[in-house]
């Protein structure tokens, strides 16, 4: 707590996880080469005074990486938290700093576990905090704002990042360093955020947080999924190697519409007969994978993505294996969130 309480506004707990935001260079025009995660929570609240005014805000260091280190244990270990804080009657809504690599990855996790409408919305930066124009402070600002926010509530974990509101379902990072990296493609943004008010346009339409049959309270670790990439000349190496590791599912990031290059197919359709579960994705980025359609998925027993990509497909299929390894009802899933 760094001011007196208000009755008059939300209550906001700052969950910080690392990432840029929390990073620092050498020198005011240092963008890349820094070292990220190594400010505080503490600091990160009192370098943006301006949050203080419109919640009263509470900060936690749940943990302090880079978003390239984030792990199935720390999903975990997050998503615990935000359920614990979001069923107090004193928190409103919840902000989780974090690094951009795996930002979208995390948010749809979050998206698929979190039980509660209350709003979660996660952000990070693409300059550190030490940068020029860094724009950890302004996001952060956003970011409070959104999840003091009341029309926040219900519309499933957001990401607030360059004055845009994003659907954790269908945001991904597209350039490596640009501010402007966060998008959601052909589906796009749900909102602004302008002088501090959200403003919103668009919903997505599927399932998430209190709607979805995922329950990650009782569990300490989640099933071994992997993804094997495609490309011209690409062989049964990765996929054999990954099924030989203990993979209990296998996402394919195929090319085009989740083709299926002939010289992995036979590997795939072995680690089928072994009780892999696999799902065919794209590499593309867009667009729906269809369902029987570059390849008989009734026939393979395989489960088509739908428009979610590789990681998130990765994603949902871990939380799918939690809970069933029927084929059927996994490729309900990918219609359903
Ligand atoms: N902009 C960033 O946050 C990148 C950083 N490598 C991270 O994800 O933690």
Same mark, same amino acid.
Do not use: C
């Given at each position: 707590?760094?001011?007196?309480?208000?009755?008059?506004?939300?209550?906001?707990?700052?969950?910080?996880?690392?990432?840029?935001?929390?990073?620092?260079?050498?020198?005011?025009?240092?963008?890349?080469?820094?070292?990220?995660?190594?400010?505080? #929570?503490?600091?990160?609240?009192?370098? *943006?005074?301006?949050?203080?005014?419109?919640?009263?805000?509470?900060?936690? @260091?749940?943990? /302090?990486?880079?978003?390239?280190?984030? &792990?199935?244990?720390?999903?975990? @270990?997050?998503?615990?938290?935000?359920?614990?804080?979001?069923?107090?009657?004193?928190?409103?809504?919840?902000?989780?700093?974090?690094?951009?690599?795996?930002?979208?990855?995390?948010?749809?996790?979050?998206?698929? #576990? *979190?039980?509660?409408?209350?709003?979660? *919305?996660?952000?990070?930066?693409?300059?550190?905090?030490?940068?020029?124009?860094?724009?950890?402070?302004?996001?952060?600002?956003?970011?409070?704002?959104?999840?003091?926010?009341?029309?926040?509530?219900?519309?499933?974990?957001?990401?607030?990042?360059?004055? @845009?509101?994003?659907?954790?379902?269908?945001?991904?990072?597209?350039?490596?360093?640009?501010?402007?990296?966060?998008?959601?493609?052909?589906? &796009?943004?749900?909102?602004?955020?302008?002088?501090?008010?959200?403003?919103?346009?668009?919903? #997505?339409?599927?399932?998430?947080?209190?709607?979805?049959?995922?329950?990650?309270?009782?569990?300490?670790?989640?099933?071994?999924?992997? #993804?094997?990439?495609?490309?011209?000349?690409?062989?049964?190496?990765?996929?054999?190697?990954?099924?030989?590791?203990?993979?209990?599912?296998?996402?394919?990031?195929?090319?085009?519409?989740?083709?299926?290059?002939?010289?992995?197919?036979?590997?795939?359709?072995?680690?089928?007969?072994?009780?892999? *579960?696999?799902?065919?994705?794209?590499?593309?980025?867009?667009?729906?994978?269809?369902?029987?359609?570059?390849?008989?998925?009734?026939?393979?027993?395989?489960?088509?993505?739908?428009?979610?990509?590789? @990681?998130?497909?990765?994603?949902?299929?871990?939380?799918?294996?939690?809970?069933?390894?029927?084929?059927?009802?996994? /490729?309900?899933?990918?219609?359903?969130?």
């Amino acid at each position: 707590q760094i001011a007196a309480h208000s009755a008059k506004l939300p209550n906001v707990t700052i969950l910080a996880t690392g990432g840029t935001i929390a990073g620092t260079g050498a020198s005011s025009t240092t963008t890349v080469g820094y070292t990220a995660a190594t400010v505080g #929570v503490q600091s990160l609240i009192q370098a *943006v005074p301006e949050i203080a005014r419109v919640a009263n805000i509470t900060g936690e @260091q749940v943990f /302090q990486i880079a978003s390239e280190n984030m &792990g199935n244990e720390h999903w975990l @270990q997050l998503a615990k938290r935000v359920n614990v804080l979001l069923g107090q009657a004193n928190v409103d809504g919840i902000v989780i700093t974090h690094g951009t690599d795996t930002l979208e990855e995390t948010a749809y996790f979050l998206n698929l #576990v *979190v039980k509660s409408k209350k709003p979660v *919305v996660v952000v990070g930066s693409m300059r550190p905090s030490t940068a020029l124009s860094a724009d950890g402070p302004i996001n952060l600002y956003n970011a409070v704002n959104l999840a003091g926010s009341p029309s926040a509530a219900g519309k499933g974990v957001l990401v607030a990042m360059n004055d @845009q509101i994003h659907a954790a379902r269908d945001v991904t990072k597209a350039s490596t360093t640009t501010t402007d990296t966060f998008r959601a493609a052909e589906l &796009g943004m749900v909102g602004y955020i302008q002088g501090g008010k959200p403003y919103f346009y668009r919903e #997505v339409t599927r399932k998430h947080t209190v709607d979805t049959e995922f329950d990650v309270s009782k569990l300490d670790a989640l099933p071994q999924v992997d #993804v094997a990439y495609a490309y011209a000349n690409v062989g049964d190496v990765a996929v054999k190697a990954l099924v030989a590791a203990g993979a209990k599912g296998l996402v394919h990031a195929g090319v085009g519409n989740g083709s299926l290059p002939a010289r992995t197919r036979p590997a795939l359709i072995a680690a089928r007969e072994k009780g892999v *579960v696999v799902v065919r994705s794209s590499r593309v980025g867009q667009g729906i994978v269809a369902r029987n359609g570059e390849a008989n998925d009734d026939q393979l027993d395989f489960v088509a993505a739908d428009t979610l990509s590789p @990681q998130k497909a990765r994603i949902l299929l871990m939380l799918a294996l939690t809970k069933t390894s029927d084929t059927k009802d996994i /490729q309900r899933m990918f219609y359903t969130y």
